[in-house]
C-alpha cells in the first residue's frame, strides 16, 4: 500500500501525463470497431450468474453468494482500510466504523439493514465493515451509460462501471488496486419471487443496493456518480449524525428495480426522492421516447434530459458531469461516445455497436471493471468483465 504522500506525488504524475495525454493517442484512439463478441486483451472473461430468492428472508438471502465470495471480500475489504490506515495512520476511524457505524442502522427502510447483517454474519466481516463498503460506492464510481433508439423505436442501453480511483495503484502491472479485487466480487444477480424473476442486476458481491440492471420488457436503470459540492460527504455525514431522511441512491435504485411496475413510476421516484448523495438516473423504458438521463441534486432533480427521436435525439449519453456544463478537462470520455455513436448512425445499432463504443479509449480505461448491454424488449443482458492494457489511461 502507498504511504500518502508517495500516493498524492503518484497522482499528481498520473494528473500532469493526463493533461497532455487524454486527448491524444496512444491514450485515445480511433472509435472501435468488430469488438464484439468480446474477445482479446480488453476481454478479462464472463460474470457469473446467481440467483437470489426474495421470497427468503433478508437475513438468509445473500447466505449461498457470500459463503462462496467471503474471502474474496475480505481482500478488498482490507485494502480499503489500508487506504483509510494511510491517511489516518492510528487506525482510529476503523476502530470507530467497527463500533460505531451498526449502531446508525436503524430507520434504513426497506430489506437493507437484515441483509447487510446476514451477510456480515456469514463472511465473518465486522458490520461496521460491510455498511462502509456499501457506502463507498456512493463516492467512488466514475461510469459512462448510453440510451440508443434505433428507426424502428427499438431501445439498447450500455453502460461501463468504472470504479476505484485514488484508492491505490499496482505498480507492478499498472492497475488500480480496487478495480483489480472487484473484478472476481462482480456477479449477475437474478432476483426473484415465486421462481420468477422480478429483476435482473450485476453488482458487487457485498454490496446491496444496485448500480446496474433491468426489469425484463419493462426498464432498465444505471447508477452514475455525480460530483457536487454539496456532495455526498456531506449527506452522509448527516446520515451518521441521525438526520435519516434521505435514501442512499444505491439503495433507491435497488427498491425501483425491486418495486416499480413502470418507466413512468420509477422516473417518478427516481426524480421525487430524497438522497443521500447527488447523482444521475440513466433510465430506458419499453418504447420509442422512453429514455433519460435525471440529473439530481440530493433534494430536487435539476434536469430530466429525454429522448426525443422525432427531433433528431435518439441517443442519450452520461457520464460524470453535467450536460449543460463541458466535462472536466483531465475527464473527457463524453466526446468520444458521441462522437463513436454519431460515427456508428442510427442505421447501425446493436449490441455489437454498443460494446465498440465502450470499448474505445478513454471510454475504456484502467477503472473500467465491467460492460453492461440491456436490450428490455428482447429481455438480453449481457456484462463482460474488463481489462485495458497498456498503453491505456488511469481513467
Ligand atoms: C426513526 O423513524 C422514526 C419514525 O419514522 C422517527 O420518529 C425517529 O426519529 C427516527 N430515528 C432516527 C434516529 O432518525
Ligand atoms: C495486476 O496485479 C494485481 C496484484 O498483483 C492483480 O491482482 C491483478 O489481477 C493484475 N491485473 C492485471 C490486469 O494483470
Ligand atoms: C421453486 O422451485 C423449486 C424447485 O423447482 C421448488 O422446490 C419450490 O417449491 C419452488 N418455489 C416456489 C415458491 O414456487
Ligand atoms: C419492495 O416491496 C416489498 C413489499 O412492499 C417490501 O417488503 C420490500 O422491502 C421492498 N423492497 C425494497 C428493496 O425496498
Ligand atoms: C411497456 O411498459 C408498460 C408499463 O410502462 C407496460 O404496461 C407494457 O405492457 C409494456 N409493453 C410491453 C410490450 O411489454
Ligand atoms: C451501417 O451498416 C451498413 C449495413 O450493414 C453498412 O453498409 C454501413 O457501412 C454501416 N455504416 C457505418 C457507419 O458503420
Redesign the pocket.
Known sequence: MLGQSRFIFVLLAAAATCALAQHAPPWTEDCRKSTYPPSGPTYRGPVPWYTINLDLPPYKRWHELMTEKASTLKILVNSMKNVVNSFVPSGKIVQLVDQKLPGLL??LSGPFEEEMKGIADVTEIPLGEIISFNIFYEIFTICTSIITEDKEGHLLHGRNMDFGVFLGWNVNNNTWVVTEELKPLTVNLDFQRNNKTVFKATSFAGYVGMLTGFKPGLFSLTLNERFSMNGGYIGILEWIL?K?DSMWIGFITRSVLENSTSYEEAKNILSKTKLLAPAYFILGGNQSGEGCVITRERKDSLDVYELDPKNGRWYVVQTNYDRWKSPFFLDDRRTPTKMCLNRATQENLSFSTLYDVLSTKPILNKLTVYTTLIDVTKGHYETYLRDCPDPCIGW
Open positions: 436503524d430507520n441521525g435519516k
